[in-house]
Nanobody, 115 residues
Framework: QVQLVESGGGLVQAGGSLRLSCAASGFAFRLFAMGWYRQAPGKQRELVAT???????NYADSVKGRFTISRDNIKNTVYLQMNSLKPEDTAVYYCGVSRGTNNYWGQGTQVTVSS
């Protein structure tokens, strides 16, 4: 079965950096686009960044120039490098994959940015 396990969250001061990882299993990782999403308290889950199986990336306007998504198809892992963090980046971050009509998510990792 599809499993996605995020790690790397934590508490950081504004202007700091974190690197999130998402280890994937149970499907042919190299064939699928992957995404990072986040959900702040009281808000809907929003797209942060995506990367296709070929490595083409796309970012939400709010993180462009600060966040970088990448993948390692040998380790079946997708990463999110987050620099110049802002308090408004505080959220639970999830990685996700869509297979057909099904969407799969990990358990999420908390990122808290203090001002």
């Amino acid at each position: 079965q599809v499993q996605l396990v995020e790690s790397g969250g934590g508490l950081v001061q504004a202007g700091g950096s974190l690197r999130l990882s998402c280890a994937a299993s149970g499907f042919a990782f190299r064939l699928f686009a992957m995404g990072w999403y986040r959900q702040a308290p009281g808000k809907q889950r929003e797209l942060v960044a995506t990367i296709t199986n070929g490595g083409v990336t796309n970012y939400a306007d709010s993180v462009k120039g600060r966040f970088t998504i990448s993948r390692d198809n040998i380790k079946n892992t997708v990463y999110l490098q987050m620099n110049s963090l802002k308090p408004e980046d505080t959220a639970v971050y999830y990685c996700g994959v869509s297979r057909g009509t099904n969407n799969y998510w990990g358990q999420g990792t908390q990122v808290t940015v203090s001002s």
